[in-house]
């Protein structure tokens, strides 16, 4: 009989959004009249924006013809979107980013997955605590932990608690690692880096030889200029940080996939003898054995997210959600409760009140309100007693759930 891959066996119970997902379908099939606002999973919900969806009609057009059909296309990206992210994402920053530098992917949730897969198996890992499940698990999965304790962190992990003190923005660790998982805007607490927080960050980073992966997936609802949106508008960045950006949330691409992340050419890690290799020839021989590149149609799409008519619809999607956000905050706050987040993020963070755990928060939502939310200890230990409350809705299912919220635990 085969042999399965027992560090499967560490992971906690389920992932958390299928165990969301369990209980809200319970709930449903005990209570099928009611009308559930969900506002858990960070899915969007706005349609396509015309001009994303005009150039992938007009990409299926060319796919239908002798002259336009494409086959395989590049494993990094077709040279027009990648263009395209150079011209547009990091140029107006003063950033300047080659080509070469650019990997076109179908998701920021899979780069992040993989990219442990060019380190070491003994590398020293650290994470901000409540951190985005999936950094953590992956690297469960591939052998680098022991076993969860009964607060839910991983021996061999070093945790960075993200708590009310620090803003939910922790800095370096003083021990030493080799990779750290950052997120900003952050997934699940919505707080946002500093420029002084990143400086930090890099200067301890290059000292200590330490590779950052920065996941800027939400950087396009950063309503406050001063804020970096790329860790590489900091001095020295290109020498220690990887960083990752999506599609999926800025422009609504949740359901057609596309993300990019970015390698500079100087960031090196070392083998076990000394010598110094380029982490961006190692992604790419990753990419072009795993991966045989996002379709021609979609990056068509992506490109179009650069267009002027994109840009101007793109960001009125951004201003929607954040109208909601704000509406979030203002009205849970209103009811007595105490919020962070959600000024340049589309998450609310929440301390749950009346003491309670934040999956009987989650349960008592879900029965007293029939409103959906996620449960911040299923992002870590540190995000016990707390929730996690999604932008991504309709503005008046937002005021609606707002309304049952206050009804069901108002002061």
């Known amino acids: 009989m085969s042999r399965i891959n027992e560090h499967y ?14 209980r809200v379908g319970a709930f449903q099939n005990d209570h099928p009249e009611a009308a559930l606002i969900r506002l858990g999973i960070g899915d969007v919900t706005l349609p396509l924006a015309p001009a994303i969806v005009e150039a992938m009609k007009a990409a299926v057009d060319e796919m239908a013809s002798d002259e336009g059909f494409r086959g395989y296309g590049p494993e990094n990206g077709y040279e027009f979107l990648v263009d395209a992210i150079r011209e547009h994402d990091y140029a107006p920053r003063g950033v300047e980013i080659a080509r070469d530098e650019v990997f076109v992917s179908d998701g920021s949730k899979q780069d992040s997955g993989n990219i442990q897969e060019i380190f070491a198996q003994d590398i020293r890992i650290a994470v901000t605590d409540p951190v985005y499940p999936v950094y953590v698990d992956t690297n469960v999965m591939a052998g680098r932990t022991g ?146 590149s996002v379709p021609y149609p979609v990056q068509r799409a992506a490109e179009a997210v650069f267009s002027p008519d994109g840009q101007e619809q793109t960001r009125q999607q951004v201003a929607y959600y954040m109208a909601n956000a704000a509406q979030l905050r203002e009205g849970l706050a209103a009811a007595g409760m105490t919020v962070f987040g959600g000024e340049n993020a589309p998450y609310i963070w929440i301390r749950t009140p009346r003491g309670l755990s934040s999956w009987d928060f989650f349960d008592r939502l879900l029965e007293e309100a029939q409103v959906v939310c996620t449960p911040g200890s299923g992002f870590g230990a540190s995000g016990e007693g707390y929730a996690r409350i999604s932008a991504f809705n309709s503005h008046e299912n937002v005021a609606e759930a707002i309304r049952r919220i206050e009804k069901a635990f108002g002061s």
């Open 9 to 22: 066996h560490k992971l906690q119970a389920g992932y958390l959004f299928p165990e969301i997902g369990r």
């Open 147 to 292: 076993n969860a304790d009964d607060d839910g962190r991983y021996e061999g992990l070093v945790y960075l608690p993200a708590t009310e003190d620090n803003g939910f923005m922790p800095g370096p660790p003083s021990e030493a690692v080799d990779l750290v998982y950052l997120c900003s805007p952050n997934n699940p607490t919505g707080a946002v880096a500093s420029r002084e927080d990143l400086e930090a960050w890099v200067s301890w980073a290059c000292e200590h030889g330490t590779v950052l992966i920065f996941d800027a997936a939400y950087d396009a609802f950063i309503q406050d200029e001063s804020l970096p949106r790329s860790i590489y508008e900091i001095e020295g960045a290109r020498r220690c940080a990887i960083e990752m950006r999506s599609f999926s949330k800025r422009a609504g691409f949740t359901g057609i996939r596309c993300a990019y992340t970015v390698i500079p050419a100087e960031l090196t890690g070392s083998t076990s003898s000394g010598e110094s290799v380029e982490l961006r020839s190692l992604w790419s021989r990753r990419h072009a054995t795993k991966f045989n």
